[in-house]
Structure formats: structure tokens, C-alpha cells
């Protein structure tokens, strides 16, 4: 049902070009599609078709660890807090120099970071709904990766990560993309209207079926 709506995002890219904004929540959509595909696979342990791809868990992980890391650090620097530049004064080496079994905790630091200084970031576009992200690509991440701790990760903390990121899928649509939307509906294209019929695809699927019509009384 999501795939639906990025097919007309994606195939009508060149029509929102120049509206940065959209082009960055459909990017933030396309992942979190991707990556509630491989929570399923973790979800139910089916490993026999498509092979999860640790390759792109362990990349989403990092490019929203680095999202966070450099809001904080930008904070810090605006508030001359050297001791919180310095904690949050990561890059792509960083993540790349550790072992695969510590990466993971590279970006949960990033993470606690954001989330102690949560108050403040929203102004460097970090929110809760970010840091809820982030520490699902983690818990995502360490599913995956083979370190002893995986082993106590269930098919309950699979579905756990999977409703957040549908959560977080359907923030990104409902309060971003569609508003963003609305400035097309006059484009003189197709591309509203179809963008259109593929949400109420979606929110039609993603609604719970309706009670079943009560058995009229007896006589």
C-alpha cells in the first residue's frame, strides 16, 4: 500500500524538483519502506527468499545517527557547550573504524544524546519522532548484526520495531508529504490526482475492517 504512493512520487521526482522539502520527506518515506520490508523478514525469521540486507540497516542506521550527532553538535556550538561538541563530534570514519558489534552503540549514543537535549533541537530539525527512528534502526541493526545480545531479540521486539516504523512511515505522510502535496493541485499534471488515489489506497488498507452487521432480533 506504501509502495503505491512512492511509485507516483517517485515517478513524478522531476515535478517537485524544486521543493526541497518534499524531495527530502519522500527520500525519509523510501527508507522507512525499505526497512519496514526487512523488519518483516526479521519478524517472522523468514530468511529464504530475499536476504536482509544488513548492508542497508547498518547505512540507515548510520545516516540518521549522523542527522542527530550533527544537530547536537551545532547546538552545542550555538551555545558554546565544548564538552557536548566534543560527545557528538562524529563522522562516517567513526562508524567506519569500529567493529560491526559497536556501531550500534556509536549511534545509541548519538541518540541518548538527542534525547537529553530533545527540548532544544527542534529548531535544528530533531524531534522525538526522529530520535524514535534512529532507535529503531538501531534495534533493527543489532537484529541482524550476529552479536551474542541478538540472541534475546524476539519476534515480539520485531513487531515492537515494526509498529514504530509504520508509526513513523504514516507521520511522514499524513503531516508532511500531503500538505506539501496541496501546492501541485493546480499543476495542470496528473500528478495530484494520482497521488491521490494511491493514499486513499493506503488509508483504506491501513484502517481495521468494520464489525460485522448484527443478526436482526428474533420474532
Known sequence: MYRATFTVLDANA?????VAAL???VGNFSNSIDLIGQLAQIQTADTSGIPIDKKMLQQQMVDMAMRVAGAVKAFASDT??????QQADVNQSTFTRARDDLR?????????????????????????ITLTGLQTRIDAYRAVIGAPRTARVGKSTATDMLAAEFARADTILQDRIDGLIEQFKDSGTTFYSDYKKARRIVDTGSQPPAPPTPPPPGP
Open 104 to 128: 550500534d552503540d556509536v549511534a545509541q549514543t548519538m541518540h541518548d544524546l538527542g534525547n537529553t537535549n530533545i527540548a532544544s533541537l527542534a529548531p535544528y530539525g530533531i524531534t522525538a
Open 23 to 25: 524531495g527530502t520527506q
Open 80 to 85: 558554546n557547550n565544548a564538552a557536548l561538541r
Open 14 to 18: 522531476a515535478e517537485y524538483a524544486g
